[in-house]
C-alpha cells in the first residue's frame, strides 16, 4: 500500500496494507459501515443468531442436551477472553498504527495490545459453540467471525496473524471444552427444564425424548431396529 512504511519484506505487513488499502480507497460510507460491523455489528448478529437457535432448540426432542450446548456458546467467548488477558500481557505486540505509518486507521485512540485480536477471539469461539450445536445456523456464525477478521485489518487496529491468532483461541476453548461444559450444562437445563422457568428449555407443548429401555428381542438373523428416542450424537438440527 502506498504510503506505508515497511521494514524489510514482511508478510503479516504485506497483507496488512493490500487489505487496510482497500479502506484508503473506499467511499466515506463503505468505511463507516465496515467500522459498525467490525466493533459492534457483527457481535450483534451473532447473539441475534444465538437467540434464532435457542429458539429453535427448545422445539427439539433433546431440548436440554441442544439448549446446554447454545449456552456453552457464549462461555467460550467469555473463557478465551479471560485467557487472552497473559497472553496479551505476554507478548505486548503494539497495534500496527504504532509501527507502520501510511494505514487508514477507521478508529484511533486504541492503546491496548494488538495479539491476539479480542474481536476475533470472540467472534470465533461463538460461531464454534454455535457450529457444535446447530450446524446450519452456525456456517453462517463462521462466515461472520471470518468477516470480522476481516474488518479488524481492513480498520487498521489489527495485523492478520492477530486475527488468526484468535480464531485459533476462541475454536480452542470451543472445542477442547466443550465435554466438560456439556457434563455440567446438561444437568443443569434439566434441573431448569423441571422447573417453573421450563420455557426456557421446552417450548410449551414440545414432545419429549422418550426414555431409552432395553431393545427389542429379535430373531437371531435379523436386522435390529433403532431403539425409541436414539438420535445422532451430533447436536446439530
Same mark, same amino acid.
Given at each position: 500500500?502506498?504510503?506505508?512504511?515497511?521494514?524489510?519484506?514482511?508478510?503479516?505487513?504485506?497483507?496488512?496494507?493490500?487489505?487496510?488499502?482497500?479502506?484508503?480507497?473506499?467511499?466515506?460510507?463503505?468505511n $463507516?459501515?465496515?467500522?459498525?460491523?467490525?466493533?459492534?455489528?457483527?457481535?450483534?448478529?451473532?447473539?441475534?443468531?444465538?437467540?434464532?437457535?435457542?429458539?429453535?432448540?427448545?422445539?427439539?426432542?433433546?431440548?436440554?442436551?441442544?439448549?446446554?450446548?447454545?449456552?456453552?456458546a457464549?462461555?467460550?467467548?467469555?473463557?478465551?477472553?479471560?485467557?487472552?488477558?497473559?497472553?496479551?500481557?505476554f507478548?505486548?505486540?503494539?497495534?500496527?498504527?504504532?509501527?507502520?505509518?501510511?494505514?487508514?486507521?477507521?478508529?484511533?485512540?486504541?492503546t491496548?495490545?494488538?495479539?491476539?485480536?479480542?474481536?476475533?477471539?470472540?467472534?470465533?469461539?461463538?460461531?464454534?459453540?454455535?457450529?457444535?450445536?446447530?450446524?446450519?445456523?452456525?456456517?453462517?456464525?463462521?462466515g461472520?467471525?471470518?468477516?470480522?477478521?476481516?474488518?479488524?485489518?481492513?480498520?487498521?487496529?489489527?495485523?492478520?496473524?492477530?486475527?488468526?491468532?484468535?480464531?485459533?483461541l476462541?475454536?480452542?476453548?470451543?472445542?477442547?471444552?466443550?465435554?466438560?461444559?456439556?457434563?455440567?450444562?446438561?444437568?443443569?437445563?434439566?434441573?431448569?427444564? $423441571?422447573?417453573?422457568?421450563?420455557?426456557?428449555? $421446552?417450548?410449551?407443548?414440545?414432545?419429549?425424548?422418550?426414555?431409552?429401555?432395553?431393545?427389542?428381542?429379535?430373531?437371531?438373523?435379523?436386522?435390529?431396529?433403532?431403539?425409541?428416542?436414539? $438420535?445422532?450424537?451430533?447436536?446439530?438440527?
Amino acid at each position: 500500500m502506498a504510503g506505508l512504511a515497511l521494514d524489510g519484506s514482511n508478510p503479516d505487513v504485506d497483507v496488512l496494507g493490500g487489505i487496510n488499502g482497500l479502506a484508503k480507497d473506499a467511499p466515506h460510507w463503505i468505511n $463507516r459501515v465496515m467500522e459498525y460491523l467490525g466493533e459492534y455489528g457483527i457481535i450483534a448478529a451473532l447473539a441475534i443468531l444465538c437467540l434464532i437457535a435457542w429458539w429453535a432448540a427448545r422445539k427439539r426432542p433433546d431440548a436440554p442436551v441442544a439448549v446446554a450446548g447454545l449456552v456453552w456458546a457464549p462461555l467460550a467467548a467469555g473463557i478465551a477472553l479471560l485467557v487472552n488477558i497473559p497472553i496479551r500481557a505476554f507478548v505486548e505486540r503494539p497495534r500496527p498504527f504504532k509501527e507502520h505509518a501510511g494505514l487508514e486507521v477507521l478508529i484511533p485512540g486504541k492503546t491496548d495490545f494488538s495479539f491476539v485480536s479480542d474481536h476475533a477471539t470472540l467472534t470465533m469461539a461463538v460461531a464454534v459453540g454455535l457450529f457444535i450445536a446447530h450446524r446450519k445456523i452456525g456456517l453462517v456464525g463462521l462466515g461472520l467471525a471470518l468477516l470480522e477478521g476481516f474488518c479488524r485489518v481492513y480498520m487498521g487496529v489489527h495485523y492478520p496473524t492477530d486475527v488468526i491468532g484468535g480464531f485459533a483461541l476462541g475454536t480452542a476453548v470451543a472445542l477442547l471444552l466443550a465435554p466438560l461444559a456439556q457434563a455440567a450444562l446438561v444437568p443443569l437445563t434439566e434441573a431448569v427444564g $423441571r422447573s417453573r422457568a421450563a420455557a426456557l428449555v $421446552r417450548a410449551p407443548g414440545a414432545a419429549e425424548e422418550p426414555e431409552q429401555g432395553p431393545g427389542p428381542v429379535v430373531p437371531a438373523g435379523s436386522a435390529v431396529p433403532p431403539r425409541a428416542g436414539e $438420535r445422532d450424537s451430533d447436536l446439530a438440527a
